[in-house]
Every structure is written in C-alpha cells, then in structure tokens.
C-alpha cells in the first residue's frame, strides 16, 4: 500500500510542477504576441491548467475506467469552484467586467445542459457524444478569439498593463515541452495508483475520480488563482476558472468518451437512484449558478458566494467518503 501511495504523490507534484511549467511557458509566449490578459485566462491558462484532467480522463478511458473518467472531469469543475474559485472570492472579493463572462458563462451552461441531458435520458455517452463535445470546444475558442477581435483597443491595453519581462523564447518553448512531457507521466501514476488506492480502500472508483483526483488535477488552477490574486489579476483568475470548467465538460470529458465511450458510473444508490443524478450534476450546476450569477448581474464578487461554496464542498466531500 505504501508504494501506490508514493506513486500517487509523486504523480501529483509531476502534475502541480508540470502545469506550473506549461502555464508559465503558454503565457510567456501568449504575451509575446500581446494578447489581454482575459484571452490568455479564457484560453491559454486554462487549455494549460486543464492538461492534467485531459491527460488523466485520457489515461483512465484508455484503461476503460470510467469511475476516474467521469468523476475528474465532474469533481474537477465542484472544486475549481467551491473551492479555488471560493477561497479567492472569500479572500478578496473583487469587481468584475460581466461583459467579458457573457460568453464563457453561457457556453458552460449550453454544454452543462446537453451534458446532463445525456446523463439523465440514457445514461450512455457514446463516441459522437464525445465528438460533438470537442465541436463545443473548438467553436468556443473561435467565438472567443472573434470576441477580442471586437474590442481591439482595450485588448491591447490590458496586454500593455499585464505585459511582464520577457523571458528568451528557447526558454519558454522548453518549459512548454518538459511541462507537457511531466503532466503525462503524471497523470499515468496518477490514474494507476489511484486506482490500486480506491481497490485497497474499499472506496469505488467514480469516488477517487471526484475527490482525491479531482483536487489533485485542480491543483494547477489553485496555484495560478493564488498567484493571480496575490498580483492583484482578478480577470486572469477568474477567466481561468471558468474558463477551465467549460474545458473540464468540453475538452476533458470529450476526450475521455471518444476514446472509450462509457455509461454513468453506479456504485453508489441514493434511495435507488444513482448517486451522480441526485448529487454530482446537481452539485456542478448548483455551484457555477452561485459563482456566476451574481457576477453577472451585479458586476461584483461577494464574500458570502466564497463563504457559501466551501461549505457546499466540505459537505459534498463529506457525502462521497461517509454516505
């Protein structure tokens, strides 16, 4: 048991330093070519701080373990936001430009809802489910780029305030591919020793997928908040974090279900209906609605929406390991 627990934190700080080295190469090179701040949170953090669950999702699909595949992809956007998005709202609470979450926000719920409506007609996700998914994604990254097209002024402005020394561009290419290359090896001893965890302790493997894996891969997205926040970026943090969950259901679940398509996982019932129904897809939308919808009508972050969230992740954590 002490070997796959070594395994499974070494997998982890191979992810953690990984995504640190991918972000930091993907943003020196994204600045290189000035683009705002929001674009790079929206799109290049997040693709970079969403590598570890694609390559976690991919790794267990190839495995056909759809307990790890399904719970990261579901855990990961619960505790990017009752807890990464959480601690930084409950910390520093901060105005927002709700023009700017408009369209992350509103293709979230689209993909949100066609994924739930999946999961609660047949329950099945098969391969043009995953394929349309990943459609999502790429329509979302062209509407996203044609949206900063729009506004060119203030995008030029806000790469010019955010603009940091560059670093030389060899360096930031190598940190790009060594990140890349560690996130992989990662996620393999991730996936594989969390698995031997999950049999050891009892625990199914969907469990795994929405706790200790989802926390793990979400690591990334904490450390880019705090540094955000502490730099005083709220934009980038925010724009990452939303901009990471719609990559969580777009590109991480529509990778893991066109390599190996799979039906909601079942090992826990909830008064004979699954766990999932009843208590995860609920819990992802419940959450995204508590961040985001406040934000958009009010233009500001609350310290009582950090509160809220992390009580909902303590309990939802509590519900997976003691129901």
């Known amino acids: 048991m002490l070997v796959p627990v070594l395994l499974f934190l070494l997998g982890l700080a191979l992810l953690i330093k990984g995504g640190d080295w991918f972000v930091d190469g993907a943003?020196?090179?994204a600045h290189r070519f000035h683009l705002p701040e929001l674009l790079i949170g929206a799109t290049v953090v997040s693709i970079g701080t969403t590598l570890p669950e694609v390559m976690v999702s991919a790794q267990a699909a190839m495995a056909h373990n759809s307990g790890i595949s399904y719970g990261n992809a579901i855990g990961s956007i619960i505790c990017n936001t009752?807890?990464?998005a959480a601690l930084t709202v409950a910390i520093r609470p901060s105005a927002v430009e709700s023009r700017t979450l408009r369209l992350p926000v509103a293709a979230f719920f689209l993909a949100a809802v066609f994924y739930a409506g999946i999961a609660y007609t047949t329950g099945y996700f098969s391969r043009w489910h995953g394929l349309a998914l990943?459609?999502?994604f790429v329509l979302y990254m062209v509407l996203t780029v044609w949206q900063m097209k729009k506004h060119p002024e203030a995008a030029a402005q806000e790469a010019e305030e955010t603009e940091e020394k560059p670093r030389e561009l060899w360096l930031e290419l190598v940190l790009l591919v060594v990140g890349a290359a560690a996130i992989a090896v990662g996620a393999n001893l991730l996936v594989n020793n969390g698995t031997l965890i999950a049999a050891a302790l009892g625990v199914p493997d969907s469990v795994i997928g929405l706790t200790m894996v989802a926390l793990g891969t979400s690591l990334p997205e904490l450390v880019t908040a705090i540094?955000?926040?502490v730099k005083g970026h709220s934009s980038l943090s925010l724009g990452n974090i939303i901009g990471a969950n719609l990559f969580n259901l777009v590109l991480v679940s529509g990778t893991a279900i066109t390599i190996s398509p799979f039906?909601?996982?079942?090992?826990k019932m909830l008064a004979?209906?699954?766990?999932?129904?009843l208590v995860d897809i609920p819990v992802m939308l419940a959450v995204m609605l508590i961040l985001c919808m406040?934000?958009?009508l009010r233009g500001k972050l609350s310290r009582w929406q950090g509160i809220l969230l992390l009580c909902v992740y303590v309990a939802f954590t509590a519900f997976q390991f003691f129901s």
């Not at 004979?272 to 129904?277: V, Y």
Request: glycine share 12%; net charge negative.
């Open 263 to 267: 039906s909601i996982p079942s090992e």
């Open 82 to 84: 009752s807890l990464i």
């Open 227 to 229: 540094t955000s926040l």
């Open 294 to 296: 406040p934000s958009l």
């Open 134 to 136: 990943l459609a999502g």
């Open 27 to 29: 943003t020196g090179l």
């Open 272 to 277: 004979g209906i699954n766990s999932s129904l």
